[in-house]
């Protein structure tokens, strides 16, 4: 059934510029959505979509849940802003403590920003003041890893390695940043299960640079646990352990991206969880929220924080931003985290990964698909350059299952 959504004509597309799209492409041939619930989106002919990558990595819940939706409403009516620099609001306060429960051990304070790419500004610039406040101001190297994605901030661009997220900004990008290489190994590792046998070695790379640099002058490493916009790479057997233990050797930060990975993606809360690995910082969004309102926020260490607690009283980090912890968000993160909890969201992927890693090796041997194709028949997946990255909601059921990947097959056999 359709929706009662207006119809729009192509000049009503026009003012709008659409971020990662070929816009051009795109309003001669819009895909819009006008209705989502549970695991479905709708078109505005009333056609139904399995959205099979949680909106974009971040409706972990499923689409409309009522009890996120009227506490966002509530707090509305109640307290629709608080100023954020030298004030505050309870809910703040309560949406950090939630999230120190689901942490890994010992990260223990929140800072909140209002996306992904601000959280990840925000890591790095605590790194690099966490070393200058304890006397330590030549830290300010930065290294990030080749096919990372750390959003499109000027810091996460500089620390990212994608090259087409990189290359306009090149000649304005951070100076003083270095990257590990990736541990895609697609030779030694393809249709290998769980995490690949081959590659932990690539994190001596970072010793390569720090005898190079000097570990006085390194401030932070930030990776993703499990690449996510590059393609779904999982990181080789002992590879962030091995990272972990020469950053704690050399007095280097350890920073997890966990924006995608965040929110029982793994089957962990946090995929430092999963694979045992706990960082200095975690940044995190998109699954915060269930994606209803945009936040995301910084996990930090203790020892980080107390750093900054130790001189005089004062303003003791000069960052945040006008809707840091905004209200709606906090209350859309509190209901977030409630259902979660309720639910057991945080940790059912756990039970549903081997089906799943089933219904995937059963497409071995197809050749490549294109994202329109899934789209025109109910499914709607995300496609990065030549990988399919599939991250439905986690209420998923087999049969979305067996529907996705049934999808992909017919798609991938009519090439």
């Known amino acids: ?44 002919e009333g056609r139904q979509i399995l959205d099979a990558v949680a909106g974009l990595w971040c409706v972990n819940a499923g689409h409309g849940r009522r009890e996120i939706t009227q506490a966002v409403a509530s707090q509305l009516e109640t307290l629709d802003f608080a100023p954020t620099f030298q004030m505050a609001h309870p809910a703040a306060f309560q949406l950090a403590n939630e999230l120190v429960k689901i942490a890994p051990s010992g990260l223990d304070h929140a800072f909140f920003t209002n996306s992904g790419s601000e959280a990840v500004d925000t890591a790095l610039k605590i790194a690099v003041a966490f070393h200058r406040v304890r006397g330590e101001g030549t830290r300010t190297r930065l290294i990030g890893r080749e096919r990372a994605y750390h959003g499109v901030g000027f810091g996460g661009i ?41 590659g932990a070695q690539s994190a001596d790379e970072l010793e390569r640079l720090v005898a190079l640099h000097d570990a006085s002058n390194i401030a932070a490493v930030i990776v993703e646990p499990i690449a996510g916009s590059t393609g779904v790479l999982i990181p080789p057997r002992g590879y962030l352990e091995r990272l972990r233990e020469i950053c704690d050797r050399h007095g280097i930060l350890l920073i997890f991206d966990e924006v995608i990975t965040g929110f029982g993606r793994t089957g962990s809360a946090f995929a430092a969880q999963e694979f045992g690995v706990t960082p200095d910082m975690i940044t995190l969004a998109k699954g915060l929220t269930n994606g209803c309102v945009p936040m995301g926020g910084v996990l930090v260490s203790k020892a980080v924080y107390e750093a900054f607690m130790q001189g005089p009283d004062g303003i003791e980090l000069f960052h945040g931003y006008t809707y840091s912890a905004h209200p709606a968000a906090c209350a859309g993160g509190l209901a977030t985290l409630a259902l979660y909890q309720r639910e057991g969201l945080l940790t059912r992927a756990a039970s549903l990964a081997k089906y799943w890693e089933e219904a995937a090796h059963a497409l071995r041997g197809l050749p490549h698909e294109v994202f329109k194709r899934c789209f025109d028949r109910g499914v709607l997946v995300r496609q990065t350059g030549e990988v399919i990255a599939l991250s439905p909601p986690l209420i998923v059921e087999k049969t979305h299952i067996d529907q996705i990947f049934g999808t992909l097959s017919e798609v991938l056999r009519a090439q």
């Open 158 to 198: 500089s620390v990212g390695g994608m090259t087409s997220n990189r290359k306009t900004w090149s000649a304005v990008l951070l100076p003083g940043v270095d990257h590990l290489p990736h541990t895609h190994d697609l030779a030694r590792n393809a249709f290998s299960r769980g995490a690949p046998q081959h």
């Open 1 to 44: 059934m359709a929706t009662d959504a207006p119809a729009l004509t192509r000049s009503d597309l026009e003012a709008l510029w659409l971020p990662f799209t070929a816009n051009r492409q795109f309003k001669a041939a819009p895909r819009l959505l006008t209705r989502a619930s549970g695991m479905y989106y709708w078109t505005p």
